[in-house]
């Protein structure tokens, strides 16, 4: 008798296995996915005095430029304070900035008024509940989406953008095991009694264009995370936030943990870890 003959990838419903791990991940944490993260304007503020001028968020807004002209119109998918935004407004004619979290928003309306930009369109919603017909302004020459793969539903989500762009559609998203990961994976269990479940990374968003028939352009970028507070006490305050410590006996365990894992450098608290992603990019034109 032959053999039941093994699965393959095509028998595979890969965008049912991102859902069930996405799912699994905010059931695990704080329940709203990566929003939840940044609705205080302080923790926005903070993201944006690190990334603003970085060398990675330059080389990203270059990379995306490589892709436009003076003419362009950009999509820009969860947009936070305007990391993308505000660069690329300055040297294309048009800029939708989606963001759900009230936190950036604020951030990012304080920047548009302060480089008087009068080419931003701002939809404050979640990618899953955008409706392209009411909230956007396409088509739109380039879409990215910077980090924020955060969608529910992956395949609609691509589908979307499909839609609303004539261009190329690129997106960055991790790979592999990320700082956060590691902290988390220790810290979730220690804190709240709860194993950590990490968000499905590229290799799944991978499979996931491939069986929609979308043949990406890939390269795996590698990048330091480094995290700077004026203090212990800045540091300990933002995980406190981040890992929703709101106990002294959970700032103790908090505290015992960084104090293993930081350095003092120039008097300034340091977290440095590896942080690799990729960048998956293609031209909707050259999809069947």
Not at 54 to 63: C, K, Y
Not at 106 to 115: N, P
């Amino acid at each position: 008798m032959n053999p039941e003959p093994l699965n393959t990838y095509d028998d595979i419903d890969w965008n049912a296995v991102w859902m069930a791990r996405q799912a699994r991940s905010r059931d695990a944490g704080r329940g709203g996915g990566c929003p939840a993260a940044w609705q205080s304007k302080r923790a926005a503020l903070k993201y944006w005095e690190n990334v603003r001028d970085a060398p990675r968020t330059l080389a990203r807004v270059n990379d995306v430029l490589s892709f436009c002209n003076a003419d362009s119109r950009v999509l820009d998918i969860g947009a936070g304070p305007g990391t993308l935004a505000i660069p690329l407004a300055a040297q294309v004619r048009h800029v939708t900035a989606v963001e759900p979290a009230q936190g950036m928003i604020e951030v990012l309306r304080e920047q548009i008024a302060e480089h008087a930009l009068d080419n931003i369109h701002v939809a404050q919603k979640t990618w899953d509940d955008i409706d392209a017909q009411h909230d956007l302004q396409p088509p739109y020459d380039v879409t990215v989406a910077s980090f924020s793969i955060g969608m529910l539903d992956l395949r609609k989500a691509i589908e979307t953008m499909m839609a609303v762009t004539s261009g190329a559609i690129l997106l960055y998203w991790h790979i592999g095991d990320q700082p956060w990961d590691t902290e988390a994976r220790d810290l979730w269990p220690l804190l709240h009694g709860k194993e950590h479940y990490p968000i499905p990374k590229s290799d799944l968003l991978f499979q996931v264009l491939c069986q929609m028939g979308i043949y990406p352009n890939v390269t795996v970028l590698r990048a330091q995370r480094e995290q700077i507070f004026e203090s212990f006490e800045a540091m300990l305050d933002d995980y406190a936030e981040r890992y929703d410590v709101t106990t002294a006996e959970g700032r103790s365990l908090l505290a015992g943990y960084l104090a293993e894992r930081h350095t003092v450098e120039n008097g300034k608290c340091v977290i440095r870890a590896q942080h690799n992603s990729m960048k998956l990019w293609w031209s909707v034109g050259e999809v069947a």
